[in-house]
């Protein structure tokens, strides 16, 4: 349970919390109901270039080239996720910028500032945000390579299995068959006497 002394201390530092204060800090503010991943309400939001993203887009589609409807969802995640991190890096250089106007000079940013500053707190999302696309992008391409060896993989079976039938149903190395004559007797030589019929006792 807090003391009186905490709970002194905090309703002070609430007085102080009054929010950016600075144009850059309160420009970047507007992003603080912005969501991340898939649960942003647009891609493009208004004052981003709509052809950037459309560029953006085209490039993952041409060299990732998805095949299926769920090789285009793990796609859509990655174009989304580049994007908004493209998008929250600039957010955070500008609270950077409106972090460093609070003190007087980048060693003034103390334990303190960090910790009561709204401008710190909000920079603290951003990172949670930016840390989280990037796990979102990386399972996302992770499961397109999976699927793209799978495919590899089973095209290569398929082939060397229809290899291996053509070579059972095509003709053999010995060529077509061929009836050869029996061999015929040869004939006595001189002073020899033909080979008799060979007698087999009890059947004479």
């Known amino acids: 349970m807090s003391t009186l002394a905490q709970i002194a201390a905090n309703q002070a530092n609430a007085q102080k919390s009054t929010g ?7 420009e970047a503010s507007r992003f603080n109901a912005l ?4 649960d942003a309400a647009s891609v493009v939001i208004p004052g981003e270039d709509a052809a950037a993203y459309d560029a953006l887009a085209a490039r993952y589609q041409a060299e990732l080239r998805p095949q299926t409807s769920v090789e ?7 174009i989304r996720s580049d994007w908004q991190r493209r998008r929250l890096q600039r957010t955070e250089a500008k609270l950077y910028r409106a972090l460093l106007a609070e003190g007087a000079s980048p060693e003034d940013l103390d334990v303190a500032i960090l910790r ?3 401008t710190a707190k909000l920079l603290r999302r951003v ?4 840390a989280s696309l990037d796990r979102a992008y990386h399972r996302a391409f992770s499961e397109l390579r999976r699927i793209h060896l799978e495919r590899v993989a089973y095209q ?21 068959f061929q009836e050869t004559p029996a061999p015929r007797a040869e004939s ?3 002073g020899s006497s033909a080979p008799s019929a060979i007698s087999v006792p009890g059947l004479t």
């Open 156 to 176: 290569r079976e398929l082939a060397q299995y229809r290899r291996a039938t053509e070579i059972r149903s095509s003709p053999s190395d010995l060529g077509s």
């Open 116 to 118: 009561d500053s709204p």
């Open 35 to 38: 969501k991340h991943g898939l």
């Open 72 to 78: 285009q969802f793990h796609l859509d995640t990655l």
């Open 188 to 190: 006595a030589a001189p």
């Open 127 to 130: 990172f949670s945000q930016i």
């Open 20 to 26: 950016p204060r600075t144009p850059e800090g309160k």
